[in-house]
């Protein structure tokens, strides 16, 4: 019991300083941030491809592309939009405007036509191109109406 | 009767027989360049979020202008941009004569009218390219151009689109603004002209 204790407490002490040098600041808050719309981003940019005709279509690749969209969907981003993140408060490291902290409702409902986008993505990706490209279109089409309200345009 | 064509310089009484000032091509560019237009920006600030058609729209336009640009160095007298672009002085000189209450009895564009015409073929050249090499970033509505440049000029055109299509809409109200100030102030129709190519004041 003891011994599992001072594991344990040894282990925080390691650990927990070496965290908060990581995960503390809200700019390693708004890397974080972006580092997760990159995951989105790499996995649309497959599906995209294929839906464009850029690269053959695929069906595995395809499915693997949702099934990793929807474990994306599964996370929390409540984390990623800590407040004092905004472009205001950290110009030059983030796009993400004021805007969503003024209201998160209508950010969380772009975020839950997300969420069903990519469910009925993962539903037909892989019955072949022809069902895979509205399907893409319709999730395409989720990011802009996101990006047009709450996304600077540039830095 | 094609002598009759040239510029107007002088104070001619107008003439009882209407002339035409406009041909075809240049006729048929403005409305197709009006609907183009129109459509194009209601599509791009109100329509679906799958632009496509705001992308038709945009080649459209693209279309339009290199038309209007070749035909302003092959096309007839009044189209032709060595003919209506004119210098600071005449630009002045005609801006003083607009607060007159009589009809300019212009043949094609004047002075002032030739700077919208250079300004909106500029702006909206300038609207084709940003949109052209844009990313927005949503893998259905990226610029087919931006795949040749890098991340950073991709999303500096997309900044720049909305700005410059604002740029453009404000250039059309005051283009039907100086319309309606021909028609109320001057006693001037300059619509009629551009339907029939006609014009008889």
Known sequence: MMRKFMTAALATAMILPAGLAVAGGPEDIAKARIGYYRLLGLEMDGLAAMA??????????????????SVL?????????APGTSNADLPGQTRALPVIWENMAAMGEKGAAFRSAVAELAAVAGDGREALGPAVGKLGGTCKACHDDFRAKDY | MASDQTTGAGASAPTPSAE??????????????????????GLGKFGPDQMTLHFYGGYTIAALVV????????????????????????????ART????APSHSRGHNPVGALFVVGILIVLGLQVMTGLLADPEDYINVGPLA??????????????????GMIALIGVVAHIAAIGFYKRWKGENLVTPMITGRKSD
Not at chain 2, 147 to 164: G, Q
């Open chain 2, 67 to 94: 038309l209007r640009v070749i035909w302003g160095f092959v096309g007839p007298r009044n189209a032709r941009f060595t003919n209506f672009v004119k210098g600071p002085g005449a630009v002045l000189a005609y």
């Open chain 1, 52 to 69: 464009k005709g850029e690269i053959d279509y695929d069906a595995e690749a395809a499915k693997g592309h949702a099934a990793n969209l």
């Open chain 2, 98 to 101: 607009l607060p007159k209450r």
């Open chain 2, 20 to 41: 035409q000032i406009w041909d075809p091509v240049v006729r048929i560019f403005h409305w197709a360049l009006v609907i183009a237009f129109v459509v194009t920006f």
């Open chain 1, 73 to 81: 969907t599964q996370y929390s981003p409540k984390g990623l939009f």
């Open chain 2, 147 to 164: 795949k040749y440049v890098s991340i950073e000029t991709a999303r500096k055109a997309l900044a720049l689109h909305e700005p410059l």
